[in-house]
């Protein structure tokens, strides 16, 4: 089946910095890719659908400031969360369907993110 | 986006066949129904998807009435691995569209 990888899988970080996570489609090439955030015993949010070329589109509620998307290439989109707070840690998820006909999504492994 | 209940949480044994069963009331004509299995600290995996009647196929069985208001994933001889929440999504956007989750149901397999 199709593979999507993420990096990093976990990274810890400081109050106020600025965090880079990686998604990558390794066996196809993806011009939509999504986002989702995933809180302790909670299910996936949609944050964000990340289209090759152009702007991401955020859901309602979603910080674009915040959460700056580039998906400069068919085969890698970033999520860089900016000024990252404590209440920003959370398990980040990317998908990307592998037939945008079709309606099966491939998921990355996540990345967890904690906000000392 | 039409709406999905499940069962928040279900117990069965090893060997057992386990039926989770999700409604989705307000389905419109173009959705198609999808589950994801999701461990632990990992993105969800696809399992199985179906428009109606029955879908098979080599980890599980999508049952779909006439109606299509309900559906029911079916896990013959299930298996401690097994554990994990399962997620039935409905959506007709294809793969350009984002999916919606609902909670779930967290499905825990006993010895």
């Known amino acids: 089946g199709a593979v999507v990888s993420q990096h990093p899988s976990w990274v810890i970080c400081k109050s106020g910095t600025s965090v880079k996570i990686e998604c990558r489609s390794l066996d196809f090439q993806a011009t939509t890719m999504f986002w989702y955030r995933q809180f302790p015993k909670q299910s996936l949010m949609l944050m964000a659908t990340?289209?090759?070329?152009?702007?991401?589109?955020?859901e309602q509620g979603v910080e674009k400031d915040k959460f700056l998307i580039n998906h400069a290439s068919l085969t890698l989109s970033t999520l860089t969360v900016t000024s990252a707070h404590p209440e920003d840690s959370s398990f980040y998820i990317c998908?990307?369907?592998?037939?945008?006909?079709?309606?099966?999504?491939?998921f990355g492994p996540g990345t967890r993110l904690t906000v000392t | 986006l039409a709406k999905t209940t499940q069962p928040i949480s279900m117990d069965s044994y090893e060997g057992q066949e386990v039926n989770i069963t999700c409604s989705h009331n307000?389905?419109?004509?173009?959705?198609?129904i999808t589950w994801y299995q999701q461990f632990p600290s990992q993105g969800p995996r696809f399992i199985i998807q179906g428009y109606k009647t029955k879908v098979t196929n080599e980890v599980a069985s999508l049952f779909i009435p006439a109606d299509r208001k309900s559906s029911t994933l079916s896990l013959p001889r299930v298996s401690l691995s097994d554990t994990a929440v399962y997620y039935c999504?409905?959506?007709?956007?294809?793969?350009?569209?984002?999916?919606?989750f609902g909670k779930g149901t967290h499905l825990i397999i006993q010895p």
């Open positions: 999504l409905v959506a007709a956007g294809g793969g350009a569209d984002g999916l919606t």
């Open positions: 998908s990307a369907p592998r037939d945008p006909a079709g309606y099966e999504q491939y």
């Open positions: 990340s289209n090759e070329g152009s702007k991401a589109t955020y």
């Open positions: 307000n389905i419109a004509t173009n959705d198609y």
